[in-house]
């Protein structure tokens, strides 16, 4: 069901319904861990080759598990209308592969309690901060999406022990491909878009580079 997700979700046409109106300031990252933040965060990796969507594979990974279709609640911070379109873009194309969304919209506060508690099926969240080198949204993918998505974090702890043991930020961007390569594989990250201008940086922020991404994942999402 990971895989049927990821491969139905054309991140492009989210981007393109939460950016209507704002000139490119709304782009597709093509990691999990972002490598095309503006002004380029120091050990962030190269561009990769993006997401890949399948349609039809979607639909019979879909089909061959639930051959009447599955529902899943898609929970939601409803007083965000980044959010909020999301989740509507996000409903037509799954139905579109036999996935009907539930929509659960309620408010920040109640997101990340269900979040923290993992009791949620597919979520959209905000993944990172403003920060000065790509080690800083790896420790947050480390302990928060793979603390909610329920995903094992084995591998990617000990990747971002071998970067955080250096300086080479050759080596951090290395391992921070090597993570976003392991969100993407074990669907604990189903894509990320950069937000709205409103979170570009602002005057009084120095020395950092904006690193404000939205997100959709998943808990341990294996329906039945």
Known sequence: MRRALSLA?????????????????????????????????????????????????????????????????????????????????????????????????????????????????????????LTPTILDPLIYQLGIMYGWSGADPSTVQALFDEAAATDDTSVWADRAEQISDDMTATGSMYGVFTAAPIWAVQPWVSGFDPYVYYSFSPDGFSVG
Do not use: H, K, M
Request: glycine letters at 10%; hydrophobic letters at 40%; a negative charge.
């Open 9 to 129: 979700i054309d991140r492009q046409e989210i981007t393109d319904a939460v950016g209507a109106g704002v000139d490119g300031a709304i782009q597709v990252a093509s990691f999990a861990v972002p490598s095309e933040a503006p002004g380029g965060i120091p050990g962030s990796p190269p561009a990769g080759d993006g997401y890949e969507r399948n349609v039809d594979e979607a639909r019979s990974l879909v089909a061959a598990a639930y051959p009447n279709g599955v529902t899943a609640e898609l929970t939601f911070d409803a007083g965000s209308q980044d959010y909020s379109t999301a989740a509507r873009v996000l409903t037509t194309q799954l139905a579109a592969v036999g996935i009907t969304l539930n929509l659960v919209p309620v408010d920040s506060t109640a997101l990340y309690t269900e979040l923290g508690n993992q009791n949620f099926e597919l979520t959209l969240a905000i993944t990172g901060p």
